[in-house]
T-cell receptor, first 117, second 110 residues
Framework: GAVVSQHPSWVICKSGTSVKIECRSLDFQATTMFWYRQFPKQSLMLMAT?????????EQGVEKDKFLINHASLTLSTLTVTSAHPEDSSFYIC?????????????FGPGTRLTVT | GENVEQHPSTLSVQEGDSAVIKCTYSDSASNYFPWYKQELGKRPQLIIDIRSNVGEKKDQRIAVTLNKTAKHFSLHITETQPEDSAVYFC?????????FGQGTELSVKP
């Protein structure tokens, strides 16, 4: 149980275009989902916290107009990287939890590797 | 602040030896402290976690200790095996969010 999927697993896009990444909880309802970014040989950096039906809460320094998050249902959250640039190339990982905050066990998706050319 | 500091950044041990990774956190409101193992290009895997009402927890070769007064917690791996080689992350939960330490690259040499 507690399986989280992400799609796509990898994507290459041209600079200036937008790309959408999906995060799904397959066998449970995720009250809260989180989005992380991980650069090579670095830690996971929390980008935003997403609760179903409400606006996402972004971490300091993360541009909410550039990284659009939608959590339309209890099983799906999407991250759209708008006007992507090469510096946005990274490994994006989502996680989901039954609970209402990060103090509950989080189940991670397999990640999406984004390359912006 | 809401920092989580993790040391060392790299750790090399001989197979069969023990490995210890230490983390400190700044927000005393944190009450959940998970440890993750991440292999290259893969998702983090939860290996053990501890809550603030417990001082120590053990699961086979892995143990975690927590000192809430000092705001530090440690991961102990005994009888290390080559398959334990990976990057390990600690995390704390200030304001209900999961904040990760910088990671420790553990190498277990046969």
């Amino acid at each position: 149980g507690a399986v989280v999927s992400q799609h796509p697993s990898w994507v290459i896009c041209k600079s200036g275009t937008s790309v959408k990444i999906e995060c799904r909880s397959l066998d449970f309802q995720a009250t809260t989902m989180f989005w992380y970014r991980q650069f090579p040989k670095q830690s996971l950096m929390l980008m935003a916290t997403s609760n179903e039906g409400s606006k996402a809460t972004y971490e300091q320094g993360v541009e909410k107009d550039k990284f659009l998050i939608n959590h339309a249902s209890l099983t799906l959250s999407t991250l759209t990287v708008t006007s992507a640039h090469p510096e946005d190339s990274s490994f994006y990982i989502c996680s989901a939890t039954h609970g209402t905050s990060g103090t509950y066990e989080q189940y991670f998706g397999p990640g999406t590797r984004l390359t912006v050319t | 602040g809401e920092n989580v500091e993790q040391h060392p950044s790299t750790l090399s041990v001989q197979e069969g030896d023990s490995a210890v990774i230490k983390c400190t956190y700044s927000d005393s409101a944190s009450n959940y402290f998970p440890w993750y193992k991440q292999e290259l290009g893969k998702r983090p895997q939860l290996i053990i976690d501890i809550r603030s009402n417990v001082g120590e927890k053990k699961d086979q070769r892995i143990a975690v200790t927590l000192n809430k007064t000092a705001k530090h917690f440690s991961l102990h791996i005994t009888e290390t095996q080559p398959e334990d080689s990976a990057v390990y992350f600690c995390a704390a939960t200030p304001s209900g969010r999961l904040i990760f330490g910088q990671g420790t690259e553990l190498s277990v040499k046969p």
